[in-house]
């Protein structure tokens, strides 16, 4: 999930003849670009010569490439937060909305951030090249990928600490641990907790050992640092980075292990849930359709932010691997056998969650509505407790937690991928010196470990949630929103496709009557529901109050989360502003030239089509027998 590699550029004449190519191929594409944007002066950096081209790594195989974008998209969202919205919104209805917008919003979205990362070969930053007003948008989905690797570690660490902990037999938060024997009764849990249910060792284990929130008041007094989790956290980072350390060349193998390990799990939990008594009581929870909730704008916002929060659009992630793609891959194909993969896997890993926890409802006699929860609650509370039921509950437990840390590993790869590919594109000496490249990865980990050293203190589980909750909300939709619009309008639609044509090279039929549909969507359809989203969002979030718990956040909270989504959307306006300010002329002058791709944009198209371009002297054979005059050594300057 890192670099994507570039051949040697050629040398000599080779080089030369590369760089007029495509400066000619760049006026001839851009045909409909000068059109639109009146002024037909080109900007400084077109009168400057094409900058020198640095060699990029590139994947080893394309299954490198599509094994890292299902890695990094099929996550724990995947495992814990489709199958709760799917119960909580209708049951197999909730299929119904969750496609609609998988098609109209995120296979769209999907396809334009590949191809624009694998067309400019550039990160998310440089890549707006192809238009400078919008570079913000980059600026923005690096701020996002900074906030989500701060808490999204943190998860990991969890699943270290819960990990570990599985060594143990009984698993510690079974009710046959010695230390849970005052709590259960028989194998119920009892005494009363802060919502009035029963509580259970797992409830307990995970509030009072594990997060120790007991222990904090709330987002005003976070307490110490929980070492335990602290050192959990260390070690998450540090093989975060040895796994990056190579960039692609060492992630890009990695992922052979990571990627496909959790299906092995998940098809050996849904065996082992389909054999236990009550798991046709979950399945049947799980899909049970209630057609009424299809009128409910509830439903169709949980659909498109599951879509959203799966599939890891406008992050910066997408964009930067497909980046090391090399240029004729077919881009079309990848976002259709990854998107699908990734929503069945959503689908496929609910008859695994669902199995158990219907065996864990029938154990306790309770509703499963009632076992079932959302976010950390089913990873880390639920599951467990149904882990601890099964026979052989260390053995599956372990499994468990593997799957997630690698689910979470995978993720975390494409997440950091967007940062560390935007700062080395920006200043390429990173790039072209190891040890600098190596030392820059270091210190970004170590930054965000002790960043994230406040949310492994007491009261650090509020302010995950915090994180959690604003930083991929509001600004992440902005993000895209002006991402789609800007392609579309700014850059050029029609411009758009012919660039993915290009680089499909001898384009299907079907291929070209597909990106009929993908531009209808571009243009109207995926605004529209993405301006829908955000209304929604701020009604929600103006109308209902953020919790934990019974914990009630204090505006305060909300408006600190407030300013991190603000924060990522506003740099879309600041260096719009910044891109308007340094061209001159007239305001509308300026504008028309800012939103003109630069010379350097396709000068960025990947080595393999210069090599093709770039056709060797024509070499003439000497005669067996060759005859020297004397004018043969007067006549001539002989040279070594």
């Known amino acids: 999930m890192q ?34 944007a009146a002024s037909p002066e080109p900007q400084s950096e077109s009168r400057a010569p094409s900058p020198t081209v640095i060699p990029r790594e590139q994947w080893g195989g394309k299954y490198e490439f599509l094994l890292s974008c299902i890695g990094y998209c099929v996550g724990l969202g995947n495992v814990w937060r ?90 510690p938060w079974s009710c046959d641990a010695i230390a849970n024997a005052a709590v259960c009764d028989n194998g119920t849990a009892t005494g009363n907790s802060s919502l009035g249910k029963p509580r259970s060792p797992t409830e307990i284990f995970w509030n009072e050992s594990v997060l120790g929130v007991v222990n904090s008041e709330g987002l005003h007094d976070p307490g110490p640092v929980r070492w335990p989790l602290a050192l959990c956290l260390l070690a998450a980072w540090i093989i975060i980075f040895l796994c990056m350390l190579k960039g692609i060349r060492s992630s890009g193998k990695v992922v052979y292990v990571t990627a ?43 659909a498109a932010s599951q879509i959203f929060y799966s599939l890891g659009i406008g992050v910066g992630g997408l964009l930067s691997m497909a980046s090391y793609n090399k240029f004729d891959n077919n881009v079309i194909r990848d976002t259709i056998i990854i998107t699908t993969g990734n ?39 639920a599951y467990p407790e149904a882990l601890a039921l099964l026979p052989g509950s260390v053995f599956w437990s372990i499994l468990f937690f593997l799957m997630l840390f690698m689910l979470g590993v995978d993720t975390l790869f494409g997440n950091m991928e967007g940062i560390t590919t935007a700062v080395l594109d920006e200043f390429p000496n990173l790039r072209r010196n190891s040890l600098h490249k190596s030392l820059f990865l270091g210190t970004l980990c170590f930054f965000f470990y002790l960043m994230g050293l406040l949310l492994v203190t007491d009261g650090g589980i509020y302010w995950f949630t915090l994180i959690d909750s604003f930083s ?52 109207f359809c995926t605004p529209f529901l993405l301006l829908f989203i955000l209304i929604y969002i701020f009604i929600e979030m103006y109308n209902t109050p953020l919790q934990y718990g019974s914990y009630v956040y204090p505006r305060w909270g909300k408006g600190l989360g407030a300013c991190m989504g603000a924060t990522c959307c506003l740099q879309i306006l600041i260096w719009a502003i910044v891109a308007i300010s340094r061209e001159t002329g007239t305001l509308k002058e300026r504008f028309q030239k800012s939103i003109r791709p630069l010379n350097s944009w396709r000068v960025n198209l990947n080595n393999t089509e210069r090599e093709a371009e770039y056709v060797e002297p024509e070499r003439v054979e000497a005669p067996f027998t060759v005859t020297l005059t004397d004018m043969d050594y007067t006549g001539m300057t002989w040279e070594m």
């Open 3 to 36: 670099d994507k590699s570039g051949k040697t550029a050629a040398a000599g004449s080779g080089a030369a003849q590369n760089s007029s190519y495509l400066n000619g191929h760049t006026a001839s594409q851009n045909g409909h670009h000068s059109a639109t």
């Open 82 to 171: 489709f199958p709760y919205l799917c119960y909580r919104n209708g049951g197999g209805v909730f299929l119904i909305p969750y496609f609609i917008m998988l098609f109209v919003t995120g296979v769209p979205l999907f396809l334009m951030e590949l191809s624009l990362g694998q067309y400019g070969a550039a990160g998310p930053i440089t890549v707006w090249k192809c238009c400078p007003l919008l570079k913000g948008i980059g600026i923005g989905m690096l701020c996002v990928s900074t906030l989500v690797c701060l808490y999204y570690n943190v998860i990991i660490a969890w699943t270290f600490y819960y990990l570990g902990s599985s060594f143990q037999s009984p698993l």
């Open 472 to 523: 991929t909300s509001f600004g992440l939709i902005i993000i895209t929103l002006f991402m789609c619009l800007g392609i579309s309008f700014f850059y050029g639609v029609n411009q758009f496709c012919q660039d993915i044509v290009d680089m499909i090279r001898h384009c299907p039929p079907w291929c070209s009557k597909v990106l009929i549909y993908f531009k209808a969507c571009w243009v």
């Open 260 to 302: 496909t390990f959790p299906y092995l799990v998940l098809i050996v939990l849904i065996i082992r849930g389909a054999t236990l008594e009550g798991s046709l009581q979950g399945i049947a929870f799980y899909l049970t359709p209630d057609w009424s909730r299809l009128a409910n704008a509830q439903v169709w916002n949980d």
């Open 343 to 381: 929503c069945c896997t959503s689908f496929f890993a609910g008859f695994a969650i669902f199995s158990i926890l219907g065996h864990m409802a029938w154990r306790k006699r309770v509703p499963v509505g009632e076992v079932a929860d959302t976010g950390p609650g089913l990873a880390f509370v």
